[in-house]
């Protein structure tokens, strides 16, 4: 069921605070004007975060420990009051009111992922959890074969909150739209076992629908182990994400 509707950016009006925004049958959540300039500098010192500990470490780095990075140097600096309790307002929102009605995967911010549960898959640079999603992803490379690749694997709250951010920043503060096309945080499969393949060379290509079209997608489609989280007109209210595997347990 899909219960997203589209309209044009010029048709809706700014209004302050996290504020419901009509137009035709669809209601959307966009960030607060007054909050964004806020938001920005947040998105900047996570991609400078990132670029200090390694991409690979910031897939799976903690709240405080992010904090403690921006702390430690000073070409980022550390976050001030404004910039951390805005970061807890768009964690803790309710995500079914910006159109997501997938599960929260986190209940807090300052939830650590266990380092000793998680393997690095080295082709990729990505890691994964032990147990299942491992010896799915393996299953898959065997029956699939090395024309597929892990996309992305473990993601910890603070890189869904860099990717989210991201992706609210570039449909200019819509919130709504944002979380149609990527978890809000503390709502993200990827922060308990789900994962993303895709073709090798495709690069972008692998997080649209034409990864559907590939013959590794039809070969995973038939796989019985695993599931496409995200299939059509998914109950969750997000769009078709073929490249998106769901760990069955």
């Known amino acids: 069921m899909n219960r997203r509707g589209f309209v044009k950016f010029s048709a809706l009006t700014m209004c302050m605070g996290l504020c419901e925004l009509s137009a035709a049958d669809e209601k959307y959540t966009y960030l607060d004007e007054a909050d964004r300039k806020i938001f920005h500098s947040i998105y900047k010192k996570l991609g400078l975060i990132q670029k200090q500990v390694g991409y690979s470490n910031f897939s799976v780095i903690s709240f405080d420990e992010a904090l403690k990075t921006a702390k430690d140097f000073s070409h980022i600096g550390a976050f001030d009051m404004k910039e951390l309790t805005l970061m807890e307002k768009i964690f803790y929102m309710d995500a079914s009111k ?9 209940q807090k911010i300052t939830s650590q992922i266990d380092k000793k549960e998680i393997v690095k898959i080295k082709s990729a640079g990505q890691y994964l959890f032990k147990g299942k999603p491992k010896e799915d992803y393996e299953r898959i490379m065997r029956d699939i074969g090395p024309t597929l690749k892990l996309t992305s694997g473990i993601r910890s709250v603070i890189k869904q909150t860099y990717l989210f ?85």
């Open 98 to 106: 910006l159109g997501f009605y997938g599960d929260r995967t986190v």
């Open 165 to 249: 951010y991201g992706k609210v920043i570039r449909l200019n503060g819509n919130l709504s739209l944002a979380s149609f096309n990527i978890a809000p945080p503390g709502y993200s499969y990827h922060t308990i076992r789900d994962f993303d393949v895709g073709r090798i060379d495709w690069g972008y290509a692998n997080f649209t629908s034409r990864f559907a079209t590939t013959k590794e997608f039809s070969k995973l489609r038939r796989l019985k182990y695993i599931s496409i989280r995200y299939g059509v007109n998914n109950d969750y209210g997000v769009r078709f994400e073929p490249w998106h595997v769901k760990v069955l347990v």
